[in-house]
Structures are given as structure tokens and as C-alpha cells.
């Protein structure tokens, strides 16, 4: 009886993993997007800037406009585990308020999109993409705020529809301020912000 074969070795590079090919095209897209504006850039920009083939954009998907929501998603998840891990490391309420909106500033300044101006599909992807995160970071702030009222730093509950007003306010004059290049503008606002959200959270 003879004995079996050895196993030949496949030939050829290894397959990349599909969530580093799918980091990679997003990574591209913020290159790309500062390179040109969102109108100007096709997805032929964005695969060349990743070394990559239309083939695989569209595994990941569906349009630019897709992809420019995920960016803005991903950046609204990154912030909420942020905000999570500051809550968790930092007692003063005041001091949390005002580390958290510093991170809630720079969250507009990880979109290299002028998400203000998008209309169309990506204007609406976009959109609910917003809603969506503003919603969880409400409902963070919400059960923050209960546990401040119980601990006696608060003298009444936490509306959730107020909260939810003041940091969709925030939000789109922050972005609005990044699209017009008003970064630092928006930075020397911080005071002024922080003593609105101090108001609004903790009296």
C-alpha cells in the first residue's frame, strides 16, 4: 500500500483578513475625502488610495454614500466608548461635563466629510446615522444624570427630551462650525458650552 502524498502548500499571498480590507478602504475614504470634497470623489479615488479593486469596495458597500455614513457611524460608537470609560474613571460631576464635552467636540473633527452640506442618499444615511448616536449618548447622559439626582447633586430629574434638544443643538453647530473651517473658533467656545450644559444638567 503506498503512502498518501504530503499536502502541497497553497501557492500565494495569504488572504487579508475581510475586517483590515474593510478598515482599509474606510481609512482611504478619509484620505481621499481631504484630498477633494465628497461631490468630487469617485470610488475609483477611494480604491486607489487603499490598493484595492472596485470588486472589493463593493463587498463592504453599497455606495460612497455607505461608506461615508459608516465613517460617521464609527466615530459616533468610537465616542460613545469614550464617554463610557470617562464615567467611569471620573467622580466630580463638573469635571465629567466638562472632559466629556471636550470629547464630544473632537468627534467632528474625525469626519473629514462636510456632512451639513450632504444631500441625497448620503445626506440621509448620514442623518439617521446622527440621530442614532445622539439618541445613545442621551440615554448615557440620562443615567448619569439620575444617578447625580439620587446622590443629591441634582435637585430634580433629568428630562430626557431637554437633553436630547441641547446635545442636537451642540451637535449640529459643531458640525456646521468644522465645515466651515472654524475648528478653533468652535474650541474657544468650550467655556461658553460648558457652562449652557452645566445650567441645563445640573440645577
Known amino acids: 500500500m503506498s503512502e498518501p502524498e504530503p499536502e502541497r502548500k497553497k501557492r500565494g499571498r495569504p488572504a487579508i483578513p475581510k475586517d483590515v480590507q474593510r478598515n482599509r ?19 475609483a479615488d ?101 444617578l447625580w439626582h439620587e446622590s443629591g447633586h441634582t435637585a430634580k430629574p433629568a428630562d430626557r427630551v431637554y437633553i436630547e434638544l441641547v446635545l442636537t443643538g451642540i451637535e449640529g453647530m459643531a458640525f456646521r462650525y468644522y465645515s466651515e473651517g472654524r475648528g478653533d473658533e468652535l474650541d474657544q467656545l468650550h467655556p461658553t458650552i460648558m457652562e449652557l450644559l452645566v445650567r441645563a444638567f445640573l440645577n
Do not use: C, W
Open 25 to 43: 478602504l474606510i481609512e482611504a475614504a478619509n484620505r481621499a475625502f481631504e484630498k477633494k470634497k465628497f461631490d468630487d470623489t469617485r470610488v
Open 46 to 146: 477611494i480604491v486607489a488610495e487603499a490598493g484595492m479593486s472596485s470588486r472589493s469596495f463593493y463587498e463592504f458597500f453599497d455606495s460612497k454614500e455607505d461608506l461615508v455614513a459608516t465613517i460617521v457611524q464609527r466615530a459616533g460608537a468610537d465616542l460613545l466608548v469614550d464617554l463610557r470609560d470617562l464615567f467611569a474613571r471620573t467622580g466630580h460631576p463638573v469635571e465629567r461635563i466638562d472632559r466629556g464635552l471636550q470629547l464630544f467636540l473632537d468627534l467632528f473633527s474625525r469626519v473629514p466629510v462636510d456632512v451639513e452640506s450632504l444631500g441625497g442618499r448620503a445626506g440621509q444615511s448620514v442623518r439617521e446615522v446622527r440621530r442614532e448616536y445622539v439618541r445613545e449618548i442621551t440615554d448615557l447622559v440620562l443615567a448619569e444624570l439620575l
